[in-house]
């Protein structure tokens, strides 16, 4: 049975400083489907386009041309505070940086989306609490970022991202500012979501290393997808 398309784009196009000298098209026409459940590897050198294609993706950003559907729905003409809900409801996001707030516990954090959503605070503090336990940080949920080691970061980052259930899981260069062994820790949880919870998940990254552990790994350069193979998850 076909997998049901959860994110796909039709000849998007994006282009920056348009109709000034120095205008700069950075997707030159990308078609791409990702299915529901599917760990993607988006892959490529600095410059090949990758960021831009990661924030249409995660609607930060809208295509120039073409369209974006997410989960059926077309996306480019939707309203800003529309484009809001459906990010805190549908994605998820995992950075290179964390993006943790600084002067907040690993609990408050992960209860932040929740918030948004509007769920109140006994069910945000029970599903924040299960959350992190999933990840391994159940013991530091009154530890504030800094206290904590990148890779613990990581790991509240990876608990916030799931904290509305996403459709998407959207993770850029997430063992980036890693050493080895954690992010070989930070992978196995990202297996355990796509293997025990069926999560559709996109990993943008540079690393051959980590797009050979997802199920297909899509080559961008220069703005064009340039290849498409499987990887050593399917």
Request: hydrophobic share 35%; proline share 3%; charged share 30%.
């Amino acid at each position: 049975m076909k997998r049901k398309t959860m994110i796909k784009f039709t000849d998007v196009r994006k282009r920056y400083y348009i109709g000034k000298p120095n205008e700069l098209e950075i997707l030159h026409g990308i078609d791409l489907e990702i299915y529901e459940g599917e760990f993607v590897s988006i892959v490529g050198a600095s410059g090949s386009g990758k960021s831009t294609m990661m924030n249409i993706i995660g609607m930060l950003d809208r295509p120039t041309e073409g369209e974006y559907f997410l989960d059926g729905m077309k996306t480019e003409k939707l309203k800003d505070k529309e484009l809001s809900a459906i990010r805190n409801r549908k994605i998820g996001f995992i950075f290179q940086t964390y993006n943790l707030i600084s002067r907040t516990s690993a609990l408050k954090n992960v209860e932040l989306p929740m918030l948004y959503f509007g769920l109140d605070g006994k069910t945000r503090n029970r599903r924040a609490k299960e959350l992190l336990d999933m990840v391994g940080m159940g013991e530091r949920i009154s530890h504030r970022p800094d206290e904590l080691s990148g890779g613990q970061k990581q790991r509240v980052a990876i608990a916030r991202a799931m904290a509305n259930d996403p459709a998407v899981i959207l993770a850029d260069e997430p063992t980036g500012a890693l050493d080895s062994a954690t992010g070989r820790m930070i992978m196995d949880i990202f297996q355990h979501l796509h293997k025990e919870q069926g999560k559709t998940i996109v990993l943008i990254t540079h690393s051959q290393e980590l797009a050979e552990e997802t199920e297909r790994i899509v080559t961008l350069k220069d703005g064009v997808i340039v290849g498409e193979r499987r990887g050593k998850a399917c």
